[in-house]
Structure formats: structure tokens, C-alpha cells
């Protein structure tokens, strides 16, 4: 079965950096777009960024460009979220989704705290 498991976030100080990882299993991982989305507390969750099942196309929310960098290895089946000049609005659950044969998968999460 499909399976999004994410690891990396923590606390960090405003200004800091963190890189999440999204390890995949149970499809074809490298015929698949790959997204991460993020959910503060209290708040909907939010799209951050998507990237194209070769890598070549990404997009990002206004809120993180140019701060945040979305990657993908497709040998490992792994995408990656490396997060820059990080602020404490960037506080929040983040999660990597993926629809395979149209039904949604999302991870557990990955808690990141921005604080000092």
C-alpha cells in the first residue's frame, strides 16, 4: 500500500534552516507529482510547494519563495523540503501528499517549530 513517511523537522531560531524529507513506498513513485503542505495550529492546511514527477517543474506558495527549496530523488523514492531564512510564521505541521489512481495520501507530519 501507498506509504508517505516524513522526517526532519525540530525546533529552530528564527533565521534558521531545516531540510524535511518525505520517503515513499508502494507506487511508482517516479511517475508521480509530489507536494508538501503544512497546517499551523488553529489554521487550514496550506499548499507550500509541488514538484513534477522528473524534478523539472516546481511551484511554490507566494509565502515561502525564495526561502524554500522543493527536491526529489527518485532512485531513493524520496522528496525533500529544504527550508531557509526560516520564520516563526513557518510553525506548523508539515506533510507530504501524493494522488496515485486519484485518491489522496498524505503522511503522518512532521512538526516544525520556529522559535527562539
Known amino acids: 500500500q501507498v506509504q508517505l513517511v516524513e522526517s526532519g523537522g525540530g525546533l529552530v531560531q528564527p533565521g534558521g534552516s531545516l531540510r524535511l524529507s518525505c520517503a515513499a513506498s508502494?507506487?511508482?513513485?517516479?511517475?508521480?507529482?509530489m507536494k508538501w503542505y503544512r497546517q499551523a495550529p488553529g489554521k487550514e492546511r496550506e499548499f507550500v510547494a509541488v514538484?513534477?514527477?522528473?524534478?523539472?517543474?516546481?511551484h511554490y506558495a507566494d509565502s515561502v519563495k525564495d526561502r524554500f527549496t522543493i527536491s526529489r530523488d527518485n532512485a531513493k523514492s524520496t522528496v525533500h523540503l529544504q527550508m531557509n531564512s526560516l520564520k516563526p510564521e513557518d510553525t506548523a505541521v508539515y506533510s507530504c501528499?501524493?494522488?496515485?489512481?486519484?485518491?489522496?495520501?498524505w503522511g503522518q507530519g512532521t512538526q516544525v517549530t520556529v522559535s527562539s
Open positions: 508502494g507506487f511508482a513513485f517516479s511517475n508521480y507529482d
Open positions: 514538484i513534477s514527477s522528473v524534478g523539472n517543474i516546481k
Open positions: 501528499n501524493a494522488i496515485v489512481g486519484r485518491a489522496p495520501y
